[in-house]
């Protein structure tokens, strides 16, 4: 077994596969945008106040011998990102858009297959967006194709977001991408599945999102990691006297559900609840203020920043439509939240009803509140369900997804040589 993967950005889920894959010897390439590594001139350049954000593309130095870059259209993108030259960077027209890099990389990596077989490749990972053209040749040169599909499949999203279009038009404008896609953009991700081996997904909910033609596709299951930074905070064991810290966190639309959450909210005195939302904003914020005017309005921040953040909150809601395994959700758990969650955040196995919080069915404000008024009656619960969520959320470990994925991929690979 030997792969190459790649992934412009490389996030949680790509960084622990790569990682695991060159600790194993399996892999034989990593291509990524920018990647920066200890003591290179990009990781001095990164402690530069202005090339600060370099360090997100901060790797294990495992992978340096592995990986190679194709900076140009990232890094052109963030200049005219911040120069606000917004026709270069429009979505799917601009030259550099984050369509464009996908596809650029995907491009380039077509290219090197043949010589990667000569060398021993058995199989190219790649992820929604990016893999058409890897995935083209991958099939000429018998190569098996592993496509990494992160949030449901467009068909299932696009379905859900055009009702929701319906059920709430004033929050239409926050849809974002779900109901604006181009057909060439549909019929890319169609032909990307298509011509996959295997699809790996975080949740159940991803999976069973696919279409019914895909159904002989072989298809693996892992979820994400929680992240490593667990908060034993001691919570007052009476907080009746004062509000019931609620946090959403994630970019600021429908697709999150923050419309309902908004009308949940609206059914409590402006006493009793505190709102507090962080994420992107998808409309001015004059029209989430003519929505909710008494929320907490808190701008993006570092990762440390936002764990920070959710250790003074009592509880975390993400009643989302549309996610894959939203992965805040560990997140707020690790730091002591018990949780609220919709089954299509993907993270249905996190709850354990009534102990690490619950669950709740879409577009339900009614049930939302239900569950926020048993949190303001029981506010003494907070304390040791904060910590159940916390010790539930260690079960999942990015060496156990890794493994998982891995294994049973060593498995299809043995099956498939034989």
């Known amino acids: 077994m030997k792969v190459i993967i790649c992934h412009p950005t490389a996030n949680s889920n790509v960084r622990a596969i790569v990682t695991k894959l060159a600790q194993q010897e399996k892999l034989y390439q990593f291509h990524t945008s920018i990647a920066v590594f200890p003591k290179s001139n990009l990781e001095l350049l990164s402690r530069l106040s202005l090339f600060n954000p370099l360090k997100r593309r901060t790797f294990n130095p495992i992978l340096e011998k592995y990986t190679i870059t194709h900076p140009f259209n ?14 270069l960077t429009k979505p799917e027209v601009g030259c550099f858009s984050v369509e464009k890099i996908y596809q650029n990389l995907d491009y380039n990596v077509s290219t090197t297959l043949k010589k990667a077989k000569e060398n021993g490749v058995t199989a190219v990972y790649a992820y929604e967006d990016g893999a058409l053209e890897i995935f083209l040749q991958a099939k000429k040169l018998g190569l098996i194709c592993i496509y990494d599909l992160p949030i449901a499949y467009w068909e299932t999203g696009r379905k859900l977001m055009l009702e929701e279009e319906q059920r709430i038009p004033k929050w239409a404008p926050t849809l974002g991408g779900g109901i604006s896609d181009s057909k060439a953009k549909l019929e890319r991700k169609r032909k990307e599945l ?47 006297d004062k509000p019931l810290r609620v946090l959403f966190v994630g970019s600021m639309g429908q697709r999150k559900g923050l419309g309902d959450l908004f009308e949940a909210i609206k059914q409590f005195e402006n006493t009793s609840i505190e709102l507090v939302v962080l994420g992107s904003l998808l409309a001015p914020i004059e029209f989430y203020q003519s929505q909710l005017s008494n929320f907490k309005y808190e701008a993006g921040r570092s990762h440390d920043e936002v764990l920070k ?11 989302s439509i549309v996610e894959g395994r939203a992965l805040v959700i560990q997140e707020a758990m690790s730091q002591g939240l018990p949780i609220i969650i919709t089954p299509n955040t993907g993270g249905e196995d996190l709850v354990i ?7 709740v ?12 008024k048993w949190f303001l009656e029981n506010r003494n619960s907070l304390h040791v369900m904060g910590k159940k969520a916390s010790k539930h959320s260690k079960n999942y470990t990015w060496d156990s997804y890794s493994e998982t994925i891995i294994e049973s991929l060593k498995v299809i690979l043995d099956n498939h040589k034989n």
């Open 194 to 240: 298509e011509l996959a081996d295997v699809v790996i997904g975080p949740s159940s909910f991803v999976i069973d999102s696919l279409p019914t033609w895909s159904k002989d596709k072989i298809k693996i299951i892992s979820p994400f990691g929680s992240p490593q930074n667990y908060s034993d905070r001691i919570l007052s064991e009476n907080k009746r």
């Open 353 to 359: 009803e009534g102990e690490t919080g619950f669950l």
């Open 361 to 372: 069915p879409i577009r339900s404000p009614n049930a939302i509140a239900s569950k926020l």
């Open 74 to 87: 990232d890094i052109a993108r963030t200049v005219f990102s911040k120069l606000a030259i917004t026709y």
């Open 309 to 319: 953040l959710m250790r003074t909150c009592d509880v975390f809601c993400l009643p």
